[in-house]
C-alpha cells in the first residue's frame, strides 16, 4: 500500500502558501485594499504624539508654524512651513514670543512675512514617502538637514489627502492636486516666484514631484514657469514597471514567480494597478516641452545603491526617459547600446557603486548620481542630496556639469 501522508504533506507544503499567494493578489487587486496597501496612510504614531508640538522633533521654539492650506477639490491638507535656521536667529525673540501650535492664519505669522517680503528666500517644497505622516522617521532630520545654519532655505512639507491630519482619501489624481496647491500656495499666497521654489521628492513623493512638474510645467498659464530644479531621491520609473520586479527587503520576490511561472497573469494583474504613477513617461514629455520652448530645467536623481526597497536600476530608467525628451529621436536614444555608451562617456565614476551621469543640452541638465550608501531613507540626510538643492539654486560648480 503507497503510503499517502508524505504526498499529503508535500501538497500542504505547496498547496497552503500557492493558495495564500493567490489570495493575496486578488485581495490587491481590489483598488480600496491597493490603495491601502501602495499608500499605507492609515499607519501612522498620531496616537502619542501631537505633530502640532514641532519641538519634540528638535525645532527651536516657533521655528515650525503648522497650518493648514486648500486643495482645488476643497481638501484640507495640514502643512509645515519650516525656516531656515540662520534667518530664524536674526529673529529669535519676536519669533519665540508668538503663540505656539496650529496657526488659524499663517499669514498673520512673523515666519510667514519672513518668507513672503525676502526678495531673494528660497523654498524647498518636499514631498514624502508613502506611510504615516510628515514627522514620521527619518522626515524631520531631513528638514534639519536642509535648513540647518547656514542653510539659506525655507522648507514646506505637507501631508497628502488621507494622511497625518489632512481630509480625504489617497488617489494619484488627488495627490497631484496637493502637490499642485502646495505650489499654488507658495506662488500665490507666499509670493515666492517658481524660479525660487525647488521641488524634492523622496520614494512615493518622487512620482508626485514628477506628475506636479508636468503639469504646471506643460499647462502653466504663462511662459517661462521655471522651478529651481526638482530632486528626486529613490525614485521609480513606473509603478506597474517598478512593482513587477519588487521583492521585499531586496530578496522576498512579490511578483517575480509570475513573470518566470505565468506571464499572462502578470500582465493581467498590472493591469489592475489603478494608480499607474508613470514617472518616466511623465518626465519624458516634461524635458520635451521645456526644450521645445527654450526654457530652463535643473532635474537631478539620487539614490543609493544599497537600496532594498526601490532597486538603484529603476533611477537608469528615470535617467533615459528624460534624456530621451531633450534628444528627441536622435539615433543615439534610440539605439539601446549606442545611448549605454554615450552615458558612459558622460560619466565620471567615483568609486566602487558610485558615479556621477550628466548630460546637458542648452540650458537643461540632467544629472543621474548613484551614491554607496544611505539605503532607502537615511540617503534623504546625506550630502548628494543637500548638493543637489544646492545645484537647483546654481550653487555649483559649471565645469563639472
Known amino acids: 500500500m503507497v503510503n499517502k501522508v508524505p504526498i499529503l504533506v508535500a501538497s500542504l507544503v505547496v498547496g497552503v502558501p500557492l ?12 483598488p480600496y485594499i491597493q490603495r491601502n496597501f501602495l499608500y499605507a496612510h492609515k499607519v501612522h504614531s498620531l496616537w502619542w504624539r501631537d505633530i502640532n508640538e514641532p519641538e519634540q522633533w528638535g525645532f527651536a521654539k516657533n521655528q515650525v508654524t503648522p497650518f493648514h492650506l486648500t486643495t ?8 509645515w512651513h519650516i525656516l531656515p535656521l540662520s534667518v530664524y536667529a536674526e529673529h529669535e525673540a519676536k519669533l519665540s514670543s508668538q503663540p505656539n501650535g496650529l496657526a488659524s492664519d499663517i499669514t498673520a505669522t512673523e515666519n510667514f512675512r519672513l518668507l513672503r517680503d525676502d526678495p531673494s528666500a528660497k523654498l524647498i517644497i518636499t514631498f514624502h514617502g508613502n506611510a504615516a505622516q510628515l514627522t514620521q522617521g527619518f522626515r524631520p ?25 489632512s481630509t480625504g482619501t489617497p488617489t494619484e ?27 524634492v521628492g523622496h520614494s512615493l513623493g518622487t512620482a508626485v514631484a514628477s506628475a506636479a512638474s508636468e503639469l504646471l510645467t506643460r499647462h502653466a498659464a504663462a511662459p517661462g514657469w521655471d522651478f529651481a530644479g526638482v530632486v528626486l531621491v529613490a525614485g521609480f520609473s513606473s509603478l506597474p514597471e517598478m512593482l513587477s520586479g519588487y521583492a521585499i527587503a531586496g530578496w522576498v520576490p512579490v511578483l517575480r514567480p509570475l513573470a518566470c511561472c505565468w506571464p499572462w497573469l502578470l500582465r493581467v494583474v498590472m493591469g489592475r494597478v489603478v494608480d499607474r504613477w508613470d514617472s518616466a513617461g511623465r518626465w519624458r514629455e516634461t524635458v520635451r516641452a521645456v526644450r521645445a520652448r527654450g526654457g530652463r530645467l535643473r532635474l537631478s536623481l539620487v ?15 528615470l535617467f533615459r526617459a528624460a534624456v530621451e525628451g531633450l534628444v528627441g529621436g536622435d539615433g543615439v536614444v534610440a539605439v539601446g547600446e549606442r545611448f549605454e555608451a554615450e552615458k558612459r562617456r558622460r560619466m565620471v565614476v567615483r568609486g566602487k557603486d558610485s558615479f556621477v551621469a550628466t548630460w546637458r543640452e542648452g540650458d ?15 540617503i534623504l540626510t546625506y550630502t548628494p542630496v543637500l548638493l543637489a538643492v544646492m545645484r537647483c539654486f546654481g550653487q555649483d560648480d559649471e565645469s563639472a556639469i
Open 19 to 30: 493558495a495564500i499567494y493567490i489570495s493575496f493578489l486578488g485581495l490587491v487587486s481590489i
Open 364 to 378: 537643461v541638465v540632467i544629472r543621474q548620481e548613484l551614491f554607496p550608501h544611505g539605503g532607502h531613507n537615511s
Open 72 to 79: 482645488a477639490d476643497g481638501h484640507t491638507l495640514y502643512a
Open 173 to 199: 489624481a488627488g495627490l497631484v492636486l496637493d502637490a499642485e496647491a502646495a505650489v499654488h500656495w507658495a506662488v500665490r499666497t507666499a509670493g515666492v516666484p517658481p524660479s525660487r521654489i525647488a521641488l
Open 141 to 165: 532630520a531631513h528638514y534639519h538637514s536642509l535648513t540647518s545654519a547656514p542653510s539659506p532655505y525655507h522648507v514646506l512639507a505637507i501631508d497628502y489627502r488621507g494622511f497625518g491630519l
Open 303 to 317: 539614490h543609493a545603491r544599497n537600496d532594498w526597497d526601490i532597486p538603484c536600476h529603476e533611477d537608469d530608467k
